[in-house]
T-cell receptor, first 114, second 115 residues
């Protein structure tokens, strides 16, 4: 069974640009969560999608958005990039996101904002 | 109240020794406590998880001890091996509303096991 895949693995952007990251969950998984990982703040929850609906949202500005497609694939978008957005963006999938459902993480997308 | 505090930040242990990492939380609504292991260049991988209705859970060399009254939980790695060298994260979430999608992570512990 293939794991969670994220594309691209590495991205370099400049301030003010926007970026779209993609996540393909494990087959059969309907919940996708996104996290930002930085050395200073650690792993922080961005949002979770289930059945194409955002079910939970973390404490990030509106520049961070996401969506989920009918095949459970998910994208996150960051508009008007800031230097502080440089981070490893991880997505995790689980069957339903409910009790006992393990979250499986992808390898992440390393975003560098210059 | 949403924080999970993890200590120590880094840990050096001799091969065969016991590694102990501690976490504390404030939010009494948390009811799921997983530990993740992350190697450089990889995403975190679930090691072991516990619900608050048990005080200890063991899987192989990894044990979670949970103290509900103290709002603390810890990871013990017995017979630590160089291959265990990684960063370990504790986390917590609440199933209220039916979703574990929001994991609150500790800041991580970098473990080095010396041969």
């Amino acid at each position: 069974k293939a794991g969670v895949t994220q594309t691209p693995r590495y991205l370099i952007k400049t301030r003010g640009q926007q970026v779209t990251l993609s996540c393909s969950p494990i087959s059969g998984h309907r919940s996708v969560s996104w996290y930002q990982q930085t050395p200073g703040q650690g792993l922080q929850f961005l949002f979770e999608y289930f059945s194409e609906t955002q079910r939970n949202k973390g404490n990030f500005p509106g520049r961070f958005s996401g969506r989920q497609f009918s095949n459970s694939r998910s994208e996150m978008n960051v508009s008007t990039l800031e230097l502080g957005d440089s981070a490893l963006y991880l997505c995790a999938s689980s069957i339903t996101g409910g009790i006992g459902n393990e979250q499986f993480f992808g390898p992440g997308t390393r975003l560098t904002v210059l | 109240q949403q924080q999970v505090k993890q200590s120590p930040q880094s840990l050096i242990v001799q091969k065969g020794g016991i590694s102990i990492i501690n976490c504390a939380y404030e939010n009494t609504a948390f009811d799921y406590f997983p530990w993740y292991q992350q190697f450089p260049g990889k995403g975190p991988a679930l090691l072991i998880a516990i619900r608050p209705d048990v005080s200890e859970k063991k899987e192989g060399r990894f044990t979670i001890s949970f103290n509900k009254s103290a709002k603390q939980f810890s990871l013990h790695i017995m017979d630590s091996q160089p291959g265990d060298s990684a960063t370990y994260f504790c986390a917590a979430s609440s199933f209220y509303g039916g979703s574990q999608g929001n994991l609150i992570f500790g800041k991580g512990t970098k473990l080095s096991v010396k041969p």
